[in-house]
């Protein structure tokens, strides 16, 4: 088993945990030619979760999944995992904005903030503490990926998970650059593509006048 939505943009996983929430992100539609939103259709999705539970599972050396029941996903729940997805999209793509824009953020309340999910906490033989998934639908996996967002912020990994800065990509990616400066999933593909976007708009402001700027890498 796999993390299949990641994967399926040719992207590298976040480590641990981590790679539950990343995969989660990237369900959303994206890529070209255009990957199927995964949360779009009960089955899909189900389908999705199973393999995400399952390769999340992996890390734990308790096979925490025993006894839990996966029931296929509802349209119900695809809504709030929709709405819950978009709103942790949104807060990773306010991390383009300059520091001076960072203080007009929208902190208006929305799904995420009004959620009641939980995780279950065990201890193994050894003192090793791991967690199962609590609850059914998008309960069992929005207290998942809460605890696992938290691992990543008290872990420092957090702010390295990004959405791509290109608006008509915004595929998230893990950077792991060594000093977090990654802004495109793929500076070769969104990068360049921007870059180019850029330098044209440059040289139509300037009349045709303007050298090609040197490109900012990512
Ligand atoms: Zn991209």
């Keep these: 088993m796999t993390w299949t939505a990641t994967t399926r943009y040719g992207l590298d996983t976040a480590p641990d945990g981590l790679a539950l929430v990343h995969d989660f992100l990237n369900t959303a539609a994206s890529g070209r030619p255009r990957q199927p939103d995964l949360l779009s259709d009960p089955s899909l999705a189900t389908e999705w979760l ?11 050396s308790t096979p925490v999944l025993d006894g839990v029941e996966l029931d296929t996903l509802t349209e119900r729940d695809l809504t709030t995992l929709r709405r819950a997805r978009e709103e942790l999209v949104a ?15 929208d902190d208006a309340r929305g799904v995420l903030t009004d959620l009641n999910i939980a995780v279950e906490a065990g201890f193994g033989p050894d003192g090793t503490v791991h967690f199962r998934p609590k609850g059914r639908g998008w309960k069992m996996l929005l207290g998942l990926v809460a605890l696992e967002i938290r691992r990543a912020q008290d872990a420092g990994a957090w702010p390295r998970l990004k959405s791509c800065k290109n608006d008509r990509c915004r ?21 360049n593509a921007a870059n180019l976007r850029a330098s044209r708009a440059r040289r139509r402001s300037t009349g045709g006048q303007s050298a090609v700027g040197s490109p900012q890498v990512g």
Excluded: K
């Excluded at 199973?50 to 734990?60: E, F, G, I, M």
């Design 171 to 191: 595929g998230v990616f893990y950077d792991r650059s060594r000093n977090n400066s990654g802004v495109w999933h793929d500076v070769r593909t969104c990068g």
């Design 50 to 60: 199973r393999d995400a539970l399952t390769a999340w599972a992996r890390q734990w």
């Design 91 to 105: 807060s990773l793509r306010a991390r383009h904005l300059d520091e001076a824009d960072g203080h007009g953020r």
